[in-house]
């Protein structure tokens, strides 16, 4: 991941809501690429982001 990649990706997180993050997080909580997300894809992307903070000491 370069600089321009984290900086979206940092910029997506902190600010969720916005379509823009929603629209960036989408193709990425869409596994199987159906359209749609699941609450298990959704739970998959959250605790994977969740074990690498602690992993991290965050």
């Not at 379509?19 to 298990?40: H, M």
Request: net charge negative.
């Amino acid at each position: 991941m370069d600089l321009t990649a984290f900086a979206d990706f940092v910029l997506a997180w902190d600010h969720r809501s916005h379509p823009a993050a929603i629209k960036y997080f989408f193709p990425v909580l869409d596994l199987k690429n159906q359209g749609f997300v699941t609450p298990a894809e959704i739970y998959t992307f959250s605790n994977e982001i969740h074990v690498m903070w602690v992993n991290m000491g965050e």
